[in-house]
Nanobody, 122 residues
Framework: QVQLVESGGGLVQAGGSLRLSCAAS????????MGWFRRAPGKEREFVTT????????AYADSVKGRFTISKDNAKNTVYLQMNSLKPEDTAVYYC???????????????WGQGTQVTVSS
C-alpha cells in the first residue's frame, strides 16, 4: 500500500507559478513511476506528466510541455510538479498517482492521492 498526499494548490493569476508536492508513505517509493493527472470541471481526467522510477525519464502532455516540470526525490519520497506560465485552462483538481509502470495511462496507476485544487484566474 502507498499513501499519497498532495499539497501546494491554490489560486494564482494567469502567468504565475505554483509548485505541487506529493508525499508518499508505505511501500518503497523508488519502485514506482509517478504521474500527475488533472480533472477540470465537466471534463474527463487527463494525463499531465509522468516520471520513471529512477527519475531519469519524463513525459508531458502537449498542453503543458515547456511550462510544467516534474521531478522526483526518492530520498524524500516526494514528487513535485513545478507549474509556470499558468493559464486559466490549467484550472483543475490535480492528482498524483503511483504506478509500477512508466505510463501515461490512468488505469496503470494503482495508488492515487486525494487531489489538490489549482485555480488560475484571468
Amino acid at each position: 500500500q502507498v499513501q499519497l498526499v498532495e499539497s501546494g494548490g491554490g489560486l494564482v493569476q494567469a502567468g504565475g507559478s505554483l509548485r505541487l508536492s506529493c508525499a508518499a508513505s508505505g511501500r518503497t517509493f523508488s519502485n514506482y513511476a509517478m504521474g500527475w493527472f488533472r480533472r477540470a470541471p465537466g471534463k474527463e481526467r487527463e494525463f499531465v506528466t509522468t516520471i520513471s522510477q529512477s527519475g531519469g525519464s519524463t513525459a508531458y502532455a502537449d498542453s503543458v510541455k515547456g511550462r510544467f516540470t516534474i521531478s522526483k526525490d526518492n530520498a524524500k519520497n516526494t514528487v513535485y510538479l513545478q507549474m509556470n506560465s499558468l493559464k486559466p485552462e490549467d484550472t483543475a483538481v490535480y492528482y498524483c498517482a503511483a504506478s509500477p509502470f512508466y505510463s501515461r495511462v490512468p488505469r496503470e496507476y494503482v495508488y492515487w492521492g486525494q487531489g489538490t485544487q489549482v485555480t488560475v484566474s484571468s
